[in-house]
């Protein structure tokens, strides 16, 4: 490939909506281009990048066995309203009627129509198990598009749908799956952590994500150094304290707190640790008649340590609240604490509620709550002696550094990272929903077991920029890189010696399977290297008069500081070299 041939607009400085490193460089190194909101015109230089990505993912899913097939983007609503997810949904599922008034969506991801195409075609046991897998353009109609491609409204994405007989199969079909995502992203170059994920209503351990290690990342990732032990915040457990509550020491007393409604206020007055308080929570769950009108509400404590964040996640897990749950209004609240928020607390409620004790907090002694009148808090608090014990104890919380791990192998620590892939054990409820039966082999009708494996195509370019970039533009993993190799002759304008040289090193890689681009544009070498430092292609080789009458070329890796001499007799071989280790 010639540079003169292509299509190269670098630009020097970023849109000013630009937010994340991500979205800058992709926008200066000209490989999108914004046509609206969260939309995005992939230009040739983020076309090459999107390729190899895609290539990674087909040869993986190949070699795992699963099949490729490609289905509509615009899907009739029929199917979505079968599997109920055409009401659930909120407005992210973006739907549109066509000229006959009959209702279609614009597909964010393909369960249903996955799952009518096995209903029909795959209809005995010996047929499974199946994996079908499409790439495809997905779109959700997100509230406020940002971060170019890691956040936009239109997107490519890799989605796989496994069918089996039985629960048993299906968790080897899972495993895999979880085998060959890490070979894919073993591939791309970059450094990842497969977590455990939540499985929300279905249960069990068979969901992962896949981060990619970002200092910019959305997602806080949970891991102990000394073990394998990895989660996303939602799963990670925070064990119960060891050992027994310890004996209370203090009296309990009211004291006044004017103004403190925070645990950190009351802390800091009181000259005390923060983990000495304990914050209420108040949420509220609601039985609904028939017609889905709430005819009686029920009110919920939560109590969680002042230095501890409540997990929503890990608080639809607890009995009671595992059906739905809300947070209490400010009417419920001054029923049953006789105050406003602020200065809540377990002690002198006005009507009964349902407590629910953190494990950390279960296990203090002499801890400090509201006193349930504004402007007082109580210090001194204990178990048994100044309120019954809790109506159940759970895990509530976050995580934080220094936990222990639930492996029992170390402490945890926290890094950020940005979800790419993710893969899921769906049970049967799409089969369920749609009456998707195969006849087993007793001949009598079963449901699919199913498993569902998404990786972002276009979200994973800009999540390997977040992680692998610099003040100068993109540092791209060989793997993904628009090219692999750029030639950059200095005056091959003005020097046949320089063309030669050039065209033909570039012929010989190009023969011998090297992604090489000869950037014959004619720019001077200060706006050329800036070019590549900045569209980030990982390795350069300089050809001037100079070094040709010294027998020299230079090379230079994207991540090294300085160029490095190469016999120009050598240097094909040197790059195959480079390019192998």
């Given at each position: 490939?010639r540079?003169?041939?292509?299509l ?34 992939y ?19 190949n ?15 029929e ?15 973006l ?10 969506v614009?597909?964010?991801?393909s ?8 209903r ?8 499974l198990p199946?994996n ?12 406020r598009?940002r971060?170019g491609?890691m956040?936009g ?5 890799k ?14 079909s ?6 060959a995502?890490?070979r ?5 170059g ?22 990619v290690?970002?200092a ?6 949970v ?15 925070a064990?119960?304290p060891?050992?027994?509550?310890a ?9 006044p707190?004017?103004?403190?409604s925070t645990?950190?206020?009351?802390a800091q007055?009181l ?17 609904l008649?028939a017609q ?12 969680v ?6 997990n929503e996640?890990k608080v ?7 059906e739905?749950?809300?947070?209490a ?8 604490f006789g105050?406003r ?6 002690i002198?409620l006005?009507?009964p509620?349902?407590?629910?004790a ?5 296990a ?14 109580l ?8 309120l ?5 104890v759970a895990?509530?919380r ?17 890094e ?13 409820k ?5 009456d ?5 082999e ?42 692999t ?35 014959d ?10 070019d590549?430092?900045l ?15 010294e027998?020299?070329l ?5 991540r ?5 001499k190469?016999?120009a007799?050598?240097i ?10």
């Open positions: 490939m540079a003169s041939q292509f190269i607009s670098t630009l020097k400085e970023a849109p000013a909506d630009a937010e994340v490193a991500s979205h800058r460089l992709m926008m200066r190194a000209g490989m999108i281009k914004k046509l609206g909101a969260g939309i995005y015109t230009m040739p230089m983020g076309v090459r990048v999107i390729r190899k990505v895609e290539a990674i993912v087909r040869e993986e899913m070699r795992a066995g699963a099949v490729e097939c490609s289905m509509p983007i615009v899907q009739p609503a199917l979505w309203q079968e599997s109920g997810r055409f009401e659930k949904m909120g407005p992210e599922l739907r549109i009627k066509d000229r006959h008034d009959r209702d279609f614009i597909q964010p991801t369960e249903e129509v996955v799952t009518d195409i096995a029909q075609e795959l209809r005995s046991y010996k047929q199946k079908l897998y499409q790439v495809q353009i997905k779109f959700r109609d997100e509230r598009p971060f491609l956040r409204r239109e997107f490519i994405m989605d796989a749908y496994s069918f089996d007989r039985d629960a048993d199969s299906a968790k080897k899972y495993q895999v799956m979880a085998a995502y890490r894919i992203f073993d591939r791309f970059l450094r990842y952590r497969a977590v455990a994920a939540d499985s929300g209503a279905i249960g069990g351990d068979l969901s992962e994500e896949f981060q290690i970002a910019t990342g959305e997602d806080a990732i891991y102990c150094p000394d073990s394998d032990y990895a989660a996303n915040m939602e799963k990670a457990e064990l119960a060891a050992g027994p509550r004996a209370a020491t203090q009296p309990m007393h009211k004291v707190t004017p103004g403190k645990c950190e206020d009351v007055l000259n005390v640790p923060l983990n000495t308080t304990v914050k209420s929570l108040v949420l509220a769950t609601d039985t008649d889905g009108t709430p005819v009686k509400s029920q009110v919920w404590l939560l109590l340590r002042g230095d501890h964040d409540m996640i639809s897990k607890v009995p009671g609240l595992n739905g749950f809300r947070f209004t400010v009417p419920e609240i001054e029923a049953h105050t928020p602020g200065y809540l607390g377990p002198a006005k009507q509620v349902k407590i629910v953190d494990r950390e907090v279960a203090l002694a002499d801890w400090i709550c509201g006193a349930n009148e504004e402007g007082y808090h210090t001194g608090v204990n178990w048994g002696r100044d019954p014990e809790p109506d159940a895990d509530l976050n995580v934080v550094e220094g936990d222990p791990s639930p492996d029992g192998k170390g402490k945890l620590a926290i950020r990272g940005i979800e790419v892939g993710h893969i899921f054990y769906l049970g049967t799409y089969s369920k929903a749609m998707a039966t195969f006849l087993d007793d001949g009598k009708p079963k449901l699919f077991e199913m498993g569902c494996y998404g990786i972002g195509i276009t979200r994973l370019p800009a999540a390997a920029i977040e992680q692998n970039h610099d003040d100068k533009g993109i540092v791209w993993p060989d793997a993904i890189a628009p090219f190799v750029v030639i950059c002759p200095i005056g091959m304008d003005r020097s046949a010696d320089v063309k030669t040289a050039a065209e033909k090193l570039h012929d010989e890689l190009a023969a011998a399977g090297v992604d090489v681009l000869l950037d544009r004619g720019e001077r070498p200060g706006a050329m290297f800036a590549w430092e569209i980030g292609v990982p390795h350069r080789v300089v050809i001037s008069d100079r070094g040709l009458k027998g020299q230079e090379y230079q890796h994207r090294e500081p300085a160029a490095s190469v016999p007799s050598e094909a071989a040197f790059l195959r070299g480079r390019l192998a280790a």
